[in-house]
């Protein structure tokens, strides 16, 4: 493939240099105002720097391009650059040796990626089965930057070598893509590698109902020992929601309204297998409430921390709180709400951009059902719609 740069006074005046030079078939990659010249830093003249390419090879080898609608000269570039830029290089990758190939791979995945964060304004013009792809992210409300890192690796595989693919195989793609993206990251319920098991994040989420369901977890299915602690004195309801889940489950329960009264619970519970502490459920804005849950809790002794975040939230409001817990170490997410939205792209944000696994996710308010312990392919099925 052949790339040149051309300088002109105007757009117009670049085509007629590209055609006059490259031909018809001549594909711009990028395109710029540039100033030149001009007397102490003023009166510098304004032109457009254009970077054009043609495929080298003869014209009935070259790979068919899919047709575009018609566009302006200058908006041309990031639409199409990432669809013919990879027919070219892969064509001439398919007549090189194999290290040949790889190298090829390579450069054209930086190219595309330089291109993505180079073109923030324009949206890539991928296949129609990968645009559906497209359509399903974006209405899970899956993040740009995640999306177009998704889209460029299917785009590369699908020119590669998987033009021919069925729906349901591209699909599968997508589907092995967004789990893989997140398979490094620790999921999985209560370890029971730490005694002490906190829940804390904003109101109305469904903190305590979800520790009833742990609580069940841990009573029926893992056969342990469990009590409850809670320091959620703001509401007395929820202290008689507690005690209630602990009389069904015949499990003692403290009060505490202190750090001294914290630990005296925790040494009257020392025989125990799992403690399990509620908090009070307060404004996220507030700094001083992650505050105040340091004067009663010690995050720092055997402590294992969930936040719980309702999937029915906004995505900055669910940053916004990660952020004010950031004061505490948090371990996983534990997400609610799961029956109430259908959207899950949120989640996926999380996960990607601070790395926390997910412990649980609640679809209901039955205790101990409507929890499970969740895995990177079952958030991949859920945002494409298959779980």
């Known amino acids: 493939m052949k790339v040149k740069k051309y300088v002109a006074s105007s757009m117009g005046e670049a085509m007629k240099q590209i055609r006059s030079e490259l031909g018809s078939d001549a594909v ?3 395109s710029r ?16 720097e254009v970077l054009a390419a ?6 009935q080898q070259q790979v068919p391009i899919i047709k575009q609608k018609q566009i302006k000269p200058l908006e041309a570039a990031p639409l199409l650059q990432k669809e013919k830029i990879l027919e070219l290089k892969v064509n001439e990758a398919k007549q090189k040796p194999p290290k040949e190939v790889v190298k090829e791979l390579n450069e054209l995945k930086n190219m595309i990626r330089n291109l993505s964060t180079t073109n923030h304004t324009a949206t890539p013009s991928y296949p129609t089965v990968l645009q559906m792809l497209q359509k399903i992210l974006t209405d899970q409300e899956v993040e740009q930057s995640i999306q177009e890192s998704i889209l460029t690796t299917l785009l590369e595989k699908w020119y590669v070598g998987g033009s021919n693919a069925s729906i349901d195989e591209v699909y599968g793609w997508l589907e092995k893509e967004l789990a893989q993206r997140i398979a490094h990251i620790p999921f999985g319920g209560i370890s ?30 893992h056969k342990k020992k469990v009590a409850f602690i809670t320091t959620d004195t703001y509401r007395i309801a929820a202290i008689d929601q507690l005690k209630t889940y602990a009389k069904i489950l015949n499990v003692p329960m403290e009060v505490c309204y202190s750090i001294d009264d914290f630990k005296k619970a925790t040494q009257d519970f020392s025989d125990y297998d799992v403690v399990l502490i509620d908090t ?11 505050e105040d849950l340091k004067e009663v809790i010690d995050f720092e002794h055997d402590m294992e921390t969930f936040l719980v975040l309702s999937l029915t939230s906004k995505q900055r409001d669910m940053e916004d709180i990660f952020n004010q ?16 939205t259908s959207s899950y792209g949120s989640m996926y944000n999380m996960l990607t951009k601070y790395s926390k696994g997910v412990a649980y996710m609640t679809n209901g308010q039955n205790v101990p059902d409507d929890m499970v312990a969740t895995k990177p392919n079952i958030i991949a099925k859920m945002i494409i719609g298959v779980e």
Request: glycine residues 8%; positive net charge; charged residues 25%.
């Open 33 to 48: 105002e540039v100033f030149t010249g001009g007397l102490l830093g003023f009166f510098k003249k304004r032109n457009i």
């Open 28 to 30: 711009i990659l990028n």
């Open 325 to 340: 817990f950031s004061l505490i170490h948090i371990d996983k997410f534990i997400f609610t709400k799961a029956d109430e």
């Open 280 to 290: 009070a459920g307060r404004n996220f804005r507030n700094k001083q409430y992650v």
């Open 54 to 59: 043609i495929d080298e090879k003869p014209k």
């Open 192 to 221: 029971f590698s730490k005694k002490f098991v906190n829940v804390v994040g904003p109101t109305g989420v469904g903190k305590t109902t979800t520790l009833a369901k742990i609580a069940a977890e841990c009573v029926i299915t």
